[in-house]
Protein backbone atom coordinates (compact mmCIF):
# COMPACT_ATOMS: atom_id res chain seq x y z
CA UNK A 1 0.00 0.00 0.00
CA UNK A 2 0.80 3.30 -0.68
CA UNK A 3 1.69 5.53 2.58
CA UNK A 4 2.21 9.27 2.75
CA UNK A 5 3.23 10.12 5.95
CA UNK A 6 2.87 13.73 7.07
CA UNK A 7 5.15 14.20 10.11
CA UNK A 8 2.35 16.05 12.62
CA UNK A 9 -1.22 15.24 13.59
CA UNK A 10 -1.61 18.47 14.92
CA UNK A 11 0.83 21.55 15.68
CA UNK A 12 0.53 24.72 17.57
CA UNK A 13 3.23 27.57 16.61
CA UNK A 14 3.64 31.08 17.87
CA UNK A 15 3.41 34.52 15.16
CA UNK A 16 6.37 34.87 13.30
CA UNK A 17 8.06 32.01 13.93
CA UNK A 18 9.74 30.08 11.23
CA UNK A 19 7.43 26.67 10.27
CA UNK A 20 8.11 23.82 8.68
CA UNK A 21 5.92 20.46 7.74
CA UNK A 22 7.55 17.26 6.45
CA UNK A 23 5.43 15.05 4.09
CA UNK A 24 7.67 11.92 2.96
CA UNK A 25 6.01 9.07 1.04
CA UNK A 26 7.04 5.33 0.65
CA UNK A 27 6.12 4.73 -3.02
CA UNK A 28 8.83 6.75 -5.66
CA UNK A 29 6.21 8.57 -6.94
CA UNK A 30 7.17 11.77 -9.30
CA UNK A 31 4.72 14.23 -7.72
CA UNK A 32 4.11 15.34 -4.77
CA UNK A 33 1.30 18.27 -3.31
CA UNK A 34 0.90 20.62 -0.62
CA UNK A 35 -2.90 21.88 0.00
CA UNK A 36 -4.42 23.87 2.63
CA UNK A 37 -8.10 22.66 3.37
CA UNK A 38 -10.06 25.15 4.84
CA UNK A 39 -14.23 24.95 5.78
CA UNK A 40 -16.45 26.54 2.72
CA UNK A 41 -13.27 26.03 0.70
CA UNK A 42 -12.55 23.22 -0.54
CA UNK A 43 -8.58 22.13 -0.76
CA UNK A 44 -6.23 25.03 -2.64
CA UNK A 45 -3.19 23.67 -3.66
CA UNK A 46 0.09 25.25 -2.38
CA UNK A 47 2.98 24.03 -4.18
CA UNK A 48 3.74 21.00 -6.11
CA UNK A 49 6.90 19.36 -7.31
CA UNK A 50 7.17 17.13 -9.99
CA UNK A 51 10.60 15.87 -9.60
CA UNK A 52 13.52 16.55 -7.49
CA UNK A 53 14.38 20.18 -7.27
CA UNK A 54 11.42 20.91 -9.12
CA UNK A 55 8.80 23.31 -8.09
CA UNK A 56 5.68 25.38 -9.24
CA UNK A 57 3.53 27.87 -7.56
CA UNK A 58 -0.30 26.56 -7.10
CA UNK A 59 -3.16 28.54 -6.82
CA UNK A 60 -2.17 30.20 -3.26
CA UNK A 61 1.85 30.35 -2.85
CA UNK A 62 1.93 33.58 -1.12
CA UNK A 63 3.67 33.48 2.81
CA UNK A 64 5.02 29.80 1.76
CA UNK A 65 8.12 27.93 0.19
CA UNK A 66 8.87 24.19 -0.56
CA UNK A 67 11.65 22.50 -1.08
CA UNK A 68 12.39 18.81 -2.27
CA UNK A 69 15.64 17.48 -1.84
CA UNK A 70 14.95 13.62 -2.23
CA UNK A 71 11.87 12.35 -3.66
CA UNK A 72 10.44 10.78 -1.27
CA UNK A 73 10.40 14.03 0.60
CA UNK A 74 8.12 17.09 0.25
CA UNK A 75 8.57 20.05 2.94
CA UNK A 76 6.04 23.09 2.83
CA UNK A 77 8.03 26.20 4.57
CA UNK A 78 6.24 29.06 6.24
CA UNK A 79 8.76 31.73 6.94
CA UNK A 80 7.11 33.55 9.60
CA UNK A 81 3.75 31.94 10.32
CA UNK A 82 0.77 34.15 10.60
CA UNK A 83 -2.44 33.40 12.41
CA UNK A 84 -4.16 33.70 8.64
CA UNK A 85 -1.96 30.73 8.05
CA UNK A 86 -3.93 28.96 10.60
CA UNK A 87 -5.55 25.68 8.78
CA UNK A 88 -5.00 21.78 7.95
CA UNK A 89 -2.39 21.49 5.56
CA UNK A 90 -2.41 17.70 3.51
CA UNK A 91 0.29 16.36 1.27
CA UNK A 92 -0.19 14.05 -1.54
CA UNK A 93 1.79 12.42 -3.82
CA UNK A 94 0.54 10.94 -7.76
CA UNK A 95 2.83 8.72 -10.02
CA UNK A 96 3.86 10.66 -13.22
CA UNK A 97 2.19 12.58 -15.38
CA UNK A 98 -0.63 10.10 -15.97
CA UNK A 99 -4.19 11.73 -16.24
CA UNK A 100 -5.91 8.84 -14.33
CA UNK A 101 -3.72 8.30 -11.50
CA UNK A 102 -4.97 8.47 -8.28
CA UNK A 103 -3.50 10.55 -5.58
CA UNK A 104 -2.28 9.65 -2.30
CA UNK A 105 -3.09 11.76 0.46
CA UNK A 106 -1.74 11.90 3.97
CA UNK A 107 -3.66 12.01 7.19
CA UNK A 108 -2.94 16.18 7.43
CA UNK A 109 -1.83 18.58 9.87
CA UNK A 110 -3.69 20.72 12.04
CA UNK A 111 -2.06 24.00 12.17
CA UNK A 112 -2.79 26.90 14.93
CA UNK A 113 -0.93 29.95 14.63
CA UNK A 114 -1.38 32.24 17.85
CA UNK B 1 -8.23 28.80 -12.54
CA UNK B 2 -10.26 25.79 -13.07
CA UNK B 3 -13.45 26.57 -10.98
CA UNK B 4 -15.42 23.43 -9.41
CA UNK B 5 -18.96 24.02 -7.61
CA UNK B 6 -20.68 21.84 -5.06
CA UNK B 7 -23.64 23.71 -4.56
CA UNK B 8 -24.68 21.06 -1.60
CA UNK B 9 -22.72 22.30 1.39
CA UNK B 10 -24.68 19.90 3.64
CA UNK B 11 -26.57 16.71 3.21
CA UNK B 12 -28.37 14.29 4.79
CA UNK B 13 -30.27 11.04 4.76
CA UNK B 14 -31.60 7.87 6.61
CA UNK B 15 -29.47 4.93 5.98
CA UNK B 16 -30.58 2.90 2.89
CA UNK B 17 -31.47 5.19 0.98
CA UNK B 18 -29.78 6.85 -2.16
CA UNK B 19 -28.54 10.24 -2.53
CA UNK B 20 -26.72 12.26 -4.94
CA UNK B 21 -24.20 14.84 -4.90
CA UNK B 22 -23.95 17.17 -7.23
CA UNK B 23 -21.02 18.84 -9.22
CA UNK B 24 -20.17 21.05 -12.11
CA UNK B 25 -16.81 22.23 -13.44
CA UNK B 26 -15.43 24.29 -16.30
CA UNK B 27 -12.47 23.27 -18.50
CA UNK B 28 -11.24 23.99 -21.78
CA UNK B 29 -9.68 20.88 -22.29
CA UNK B 30 -11.46 17.76 -24.58
CA UNK B 31 -9.45 15.08 -22.81
CA UNK B 32 -8.94 14.95 -18.74
CA UNK B 33 -10.20 13.10 -15.99
CA UNK B 34 -12.53 13.36 -12.72
CA UNK B 35 -12.53 11.84 -9.41
CA UNK B 36 -14.71 11.87 -6.31
CA UNK B 37 -12.48 11.43 -2.88
CA UNK B 38 -14.44 11.06 0.19
CA UNK B 39 -12.68 12.77 3.78
CA UNK B 40 -14.05 10.57 6.43
CA UNK B 41 -13.67 12.12 10.25
CA UNK B 42 -10.09 10.30 10.16
CA UNK B 43 -9.20 13.07 8.07
CA UNK B 44 -8.05 10.37 5.20
CA UNK B 45 -8.87 11.64 2.30
CA UNK B 46 -9.80 8.26 0.33
CA UNK B 47 -10.28 7.60 -3.66
CA UNK B 48 -13.94 6.78 -4.15
CA UNK B 49 -14.65 6.92 -8.21
CA UNK B 50 -13.02 8.13 -11.45
CA UNK B 51 -14.28 8.82 -14.88
CA UNK B 52 -12.06 9.36 -17.70
CA UNK B 53 -14.13 12.10 -20.14
CA UNK B 54 -13.59 10.55 -23.38
CA UNK B 55 -15.52 7.41 -21.79
CA UNK B 56 -19.74 7.69 -22.37
CA UNK B 57 -19.77 5.29 -20.40
CA UNK B 58 -20.74 6.16 -16.59
CA UNK B 59 -18.16 4.79 -14.06
CA UNK B 60 -19.77 2.61 -11.23
CA UNK B 61 -18.09 0.97 -8.46
CA UNK B 62 -20.45 -1.18 -6.22
CA UNK B 63 -22.73 1.20 -4.36
CA UNK B 64 -21.41 4.39 -6.15
CA UNK B 65 -21.77 5.55 -9.53
CA UNK B 66 -21.56 9.15 -11.23
CA UNK B 67 -23.85 10.62 -14.52
CA UNK B 68 -21.03 12.44 -16.19
CA UNK B 69 -22.66 14.71 -18.76
CA UNK B 70 -19.57 15.87 -20.55
CA UNK B 71 -21.37 19.00 -22.54
CA UNK B 72 -23.01 20.62 -19.62
CA UNK B 73 -20.04 19.43 -17.56
CA UNK B 74 -21.29 17.91 -14.92
CA UNK B 75 -20.45 15.10 -12.91
CA UNK B 76 -22.50 14.01 -10.15
CA UNK B 77 -22.18 11.12 -6.98
CA UNK B 78 -24.98 8.87 -6.71
CA UNK B 79 -24.59 6.39 -3.42
CA UNK B 80 -27.16 3.81 -3.38
CA UNK B 81 -28.00 2.12 -0.72
CA UNK B 82 -26.23 4.62 1.70
CA UNK B 83 -24.41 2.87 5.07
CA UNK B 84 -23.34 4.72 8.00
CA UNK B 85 -19.86 4.15 7.15
CA UNK B 86 -20.64 6.91 4.26
CA UNK B 87 -20.85 9.83 6.33
CA UNK B 88 -17.74 12.65 5.14
CA UNK B 89 -16.85 15.30 3.68
CA UNK B 90 -17.34 14.26 -0.45
CA UNK B 91 -14.89 16.49 -2.80
CA UNK B 92 -15.36 16.63 -6.76
CA UNK B 93 -12.18 17.25 -8.26
CA UNK B 94 -11.42 17.07 -12.09
CA UNK B 95 -7.28 16.93 -12.74
CA UNK B 96 -5.70 19.29 -14.94
CA UNK B 97 -1.65 18.82 -15.97
CA UNK B 98 -1.87 16.13 -13.08
CA UNK B 99 -3.32 18.33 -10.42
CA UNK B 100 -6.45 17.85 -8.44
CA UNK B 101 -8.64 20.80 -8.43
CA UNK B 102 -11.22 20.33 -5.55
CA UNK B 103 -15.24 21.85 -5.22
CA UNK B 104 -15.50 23.38 -1.97
CA UNK B 105 -16.84 19.99 -0.69
CA UNK B 106 -20.84 18.22 0.68
CA UNK B 107 -20.74 17.20 3.97
CA UNK B 108 -22.87 14.10 4.08
CA UNK B 109 -24.70 12.53 7.05
CA UNK B 110 -26.28 9.16 7.04
CA UNK B 111 -28.73 8.95 9.91
CA UNK B 112 -29.55 5.37 11.59
Known amino acids: DVKVTQSSRYLVKRTGEKVFLECVQDMDHENMFWYRQDPGLGLRLIYFSYDVKMKEKGDIPEGYSVSREKKERFSLILESASTNQTSMYLC?????????????FGQGTRLTVV | AQTVTQSQPEMSVQEAETVTLSCTYD???????LFWYKQPPSRQMILVIRQEAYKQQNATENRFSVNFQKAAKSFSLKISDSQLGDTAMYFC?????????FGQGTRLTINP
Open chain 2, 27 to 33: TSENNYY
Open chain 1, 92 to 104: ASSPGQGGNTEAF
Open chain 2, 93 to 101: APMKKGKLV
